[in-house]
């Protein structure tokens, strides 16, 4: 009889983490070229981190957020806020990104109805985004596959196309690509009702929906204009690209994006304690400390979370990882642009810092996706682990659940030897496939 309800079967056991690399009980050797799912951005088993939280372990593991105040959780908040890239932040500590997403979503909702718009309920999303499998998150996520059992429960949601310029739905691509999408999301808010949205809601870069899609250069700027015109608050999701992955802190910052609201989890703590954060800017905090923000999780501002997120701030700016996913990252697109991308089944290369994907697809000509029948990512996955490399499989980036893409993104801490390992072993998993 099974007792554990496990989320995959024939995995191979875990023993031991340790830098790029983990172990199994068998004595193989893995390279984490994907940190997991895209979460250990600082590299495993650190000891300053690890030390950090056995500390805070040790003198208080648990308090319930509306009992004590702490300076942990003080400290974390300062130093969190220091480096967003919003105007005078205030930081809601969750534990994880999902939980971030609701809190942003529930905030914007306050923050209207504070504002006296209770009209104001409809956040609207992007196809080919992911925000959480909470089902407010799942409702504003574009993913059909995660989506499609729980149908009935979703529907809210505003919709409009996602980003991708590898398969760009603007007819005139690559000219106004950005401006195409800004009018996508003004047609979008006049089919609602300007005065019933609440909040635009999307990545900065792409994540394991559309695989690592940077948008056009002027994307976000003509598409927050579109929102502050209507008074939308505007939701950046860092969860996936968030604390140094894309090469600055936020990927937000490659844009000068300053969104209302953002969410953080994954490289927050690097997988060493659940955490997510929920970020306001000052005008938003302000407003939902005045009318009250109704809202909260047994496991919110946790002790431990903040000590562990405190730590891995401490661990990138010591080790100078941010500018290291920058430097490392352009090897590393440079390397697999050179070593996998004529690769027949190969379509796109796409990234940036150390935050890529590539996609896989039948006919290079036509983009033609596979049929999800062939399992290309799984299998190209299970073949990549054979040789040593874990990388992190997704599908549906082509739209109607087809598409198949694996992402590529080692720790920061990636030496430019293990760099190349990673790329010789893509490179060799990509062979079986002829
Ligand atoms: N938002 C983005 C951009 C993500 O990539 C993810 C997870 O992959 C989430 C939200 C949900 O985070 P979690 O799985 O921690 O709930």
């Known amino acids: 009889m099974r007792s554990l309800f496990t989320r995959a079967t024939g995995l191979p056991t875990v023993q031991r983490a340790e830098g790029c690399w983990l172990t199994d009980t068998l004595g193989n050797r893995y390279l984490d070229g994907a940190s997991g799912a895209l979460v250990v951005n600082i590299g495993h088993n650190d000891s300053r981190v690890t030390s950090a939280i056995r500390r805070q372990l040790d003198a208080v593991s648990y308090v319930h957020p509306t009992a004590f105040n702490s300076d942990g959780l003080e400290e974390y908040g300062a130093l969190l806020a220091s480096r967003l890239p919003m105007d005078d932040p205030a930081v809601y500590p969750v534990s994880g990104g999902s939980e971030a997403v609701e809190t942003a979503l529930k905030a914007a909702r306050t923050f209207h109805l504070a504002n006296d718009e209770p009209e104001r309920t409809v956040v609207i999303g992007r196809d080919l985004s992911y925000h959480g499998n909470s089902i407010g998150a799942l409702d504003v996520s574009g993913r059909h596959s995660l989506r499609e059992p729980y149908l009935p429960w979703l529907g809210r949601a505003g919709r409009i196309p996602g980003v991708l310029e590898y398969r760009c739905p603007n007819p005139r691509h690559p000219d106004n690509c950005g401006a195409w999408h800004a009018d996508a999301l003004a047609a979008e808010i006049e089919r609602i009702g300007p005065e019933r949205v609440a909040a635009f809601i999307a990545e900065p870069i792409g994540g394991a929906g559309s695989g690592a899609a940077v948008p056009p250069p002027d994307y976000w700027k003509v598409v927050t ?210």
Not at 269 to 286: Q, T
Not at 349 to 373: H, M, N, Q, Y
């Open 225 to 434: 204009e579109v929102c502050s015109r209507h008074g939308i608050l505007v939701i950046a999701d860092e969860v996936m690209t968030g604390f140094g992955r894309t090469g600055k802190w936020f990927g937000s910052e490659h844009f000068e994006l300053q969104p209302d609201i953002m969410t953080m989890a994954k490289g927050a703590s690097s997988g060493y304690w659940p955490l997510g954060v929920c970020a306001f800017s000052g005008r938003v905090a302000a407003t939902l400390e005045e009318r009250g923000f109704v809202h909260g999780f047994t496991f919110s501002h946790h002790l431990v979370g903040a000590v562990a997120g405190r730590a891995v701030i401490k661990r990138l700016d010591e080790l100078r990882l941010v500018e290291r996913a920058e430097d490392r990252g352009r090897a590393l697109g440079d390397a697999l642009r050179a070593t996998v991308a004529d690769h027949p089944f190969v379509g796109d290369v796409r990234g940036l810092g150390l935050l890529w994907a590539i996609e896989l697809v039948s006919d290079r000509d036509t983009k033609r996706p596979f049929p999800p029948s062939e399992r290309m990512s799984a299998r190209l996955t299970e073949s990549a682990r054979s040789h040593g490399l874990l990388v992190y499989p997704s599908t549906g980036c082509a739209g109607d659940g087809t598409g198949d893409l694996v992402m590529i993104g080692p720790p920061l801490i990636v030496s430019v030897d293990e760099l190349g390992m990673l790329v010789e072993r893509l490179a060799l998993a990509l062979e079986e496939f002829g």
